[in-house]
């Protein structure tokens, strides 16, 4: 199938009056500036896309480090076994506590008991509770200081045994030929040596 040249030419003469190369030039013109505006928004568009996923990726590197446990913090297996030694140790000093206070309650109670008891005694008067023999406890104070007397039937001293601090002991008679004074320097005397 051949085409016809004059035939073309032909139907090209006739669309002459038809095409209006103006009217072609603005529409191809608007098209270009509708073009160019759009990419203008669409490149508007992604720079504000980039940069709001610069943001994200910084917020999601920020995240991934947060969620990610330091080095410094244990483990949940060794923060488990540290709140169960915690937890051990708070039980052994609250009962180290609670024996303490036991303890505490029953001094407190001894306490109480002997201070009444004190008062008890500071109330009473023990002299005047036995009758007491001066005489005895007189002769029981001598024997401890050591000298020891010795009585006749009558109940006189006639004789004082001395206990010296070397050991020996002494016997003194009382015979009258001394005062007191003399006897008194003369047994102390014995008692020193």
């Known amino acids: 199938m051949s085409i016809n040249i004059r035939d073309t030419i032909k139907a090209i003469r006739e669309m002459v009056p038809i095409i209006d190369p103006e009217d ?5 013109a608007a098209a270009e500036e509708q073009m160019a ?14 940069a709001k996923m610069k943001q994200l990726a910084r917020v999601l590197e920020a995240a991934r480090a947060s969620a990610t446990r330091p080095s410094t913090i244990p483990s949940a297996d060794e923060h488990a076994a540290l709140m169960n030694d915690l937890d051990a140790t708070r039980l052994s000093l609250a009962k180290s506590i609670n024996d303490a ?3 505490l309650a029953g001094k407190e ?3 109480a008991r002997l201070k ?8 009473s008067d ?4 036995h009758e007491l023999d001066a005489t005895a406890l007189r002769l029981a104070m001598y ?5 020891e007397p010795v009585v006749n039937r009558d109940g006189r001293i006639i004789k004082m045994l001395v206990r010296a601090e070397s050991g020996d002991v002494h016997c003194v008679k009382f015979d009258n030929h001394k005062s007191d ?10 008692a020193a040596s």
């Open 109 to 111: 109670a001894e306490l």
């Open 181 to 190: 004074d003399e006897y008194a320097r003369l047994l102390w005397k014995l």
């Open 116 to 123: 009444e008891e004190t008062r008890t005694l500071e109330a």
């Open 101 to 103: 206070e036991g303890g």
């Open 24 to 28: 072609d030039y603005l529409t191809i």
């Open 37 to 50: 505006m759009t990419h203008d928004v669409r490149q508007k568009d992604i720079h504000e896309a980039q």
């Open 143 to 147: 024997k401890g200081l050591g000298f």
């Open 126 to 129: 023990p002299a005047a509770e």
